[in-house]
């Protein structure tokens, strides 16, 4: 079985310039997720998509950072302007069930954003 | 204070010895995971247990639920088991439900 895949792996831009990350699911995931994992922290939900509508998107900074997923498969997350704060990884991840008693995420291998 | 707490935040071992990272949550949950992460950044699910206990190879992943408390426990450690784990919890209350809620990590690092 393929995993989540993510591009890039490695990103460096400067501060103001624009960049995005795609993300592509295990195949027949219906939630997809993107997280910030700041240096030394645990990873902070972004934005949670159940096919492609959004569910929780509560933590998403909406001023300079948007996210799409159109045909409720591959997913891309875009931030305009990029600060230095938002260097971080950038990690995507799907499971087959919102809201199930048991259910798995299975991450991808992240990208890395650095932002001078 | 965290909804999940892990200690230690650090922890350097001799290969060899045995490991155990401990993870506390304060939340009503449905699953409890233990994932790894390698410097590259890419997370992997190494359990996800809702009681008891659970082993694979060499690592061990407990689970009191009255305590609200999880062990990981690394048997006859080796270098390339250097990494950060970190603990996660499902959340089964509220418009939370289903989201992981995640501790800050503990980074590990096995001497030769």
């Known amino acids: 079985e393929a995993g989540v895949a993510q591009s890039p792996r490695y990103k460096i831009i400067e501060k103001r310039q624009s960049v995005a990350f795609w993300c592509n699911p295990i195949s027949g995931h219906a939630t997809l997720y993107w997280y910030q994992q700041i240096l030394g922290q645990g990873p902070k939900l972004l934005i949670q998509?159940?096919?492609?509508?959004?569910?929780?998107d509560s933590q998403l900074p909406k001023d300079r950072f948007s996210a799409e997923r159109l045909k409720g498969v591959d997913s891309t997350l875009k931030i305009q302007p990029a600060k230095l704060e938002d260097s971080a990884v950038y990690l995507c991840a799907s499971s087959m069930t919102y809201r199930g008693s048991h259910y798995e995420q299975y991450f991808g291998p992240g990208t890395r954003l650095t932002v001078t | 204070k965290n909804e999940v707490e892990q200690s230690p935040q650090n922890l350097t071992a001799q290969e060899g010895e045995f490991i155990t990272i401990n993870c506390s949550y304060s939340?009503?949950?449905?699953?409890l995971h233990w994932l790894q992460q390698h410097p590259g950044g890419g997370i992997v699910s190494l359990f996800m247990?809702?009681?008891g206990k659970k082993k694979h190879g060499r690592l061990i992943a407990t689970i009191n639920i009255q305590e609200k408390h999880s062990s990981l426990h690394i048997t006859a450690s080796h270098p390339r088991d250097s990494a950060v784990y970190i603990c996660a919890a499902t959340s089964n209350y509220g418009g939370s439900q289903g989201n992981l809620i995640f501790g800050k990590g503990t980074k590990l690092s096995v001497k030769p």
């Open positions: 998509f159940q096919n492609n509508g959004v569910v929780d």
């Open positions: 247990l809702s009681s």
């Open positions: 939340v009503g949950i449905s699953a």
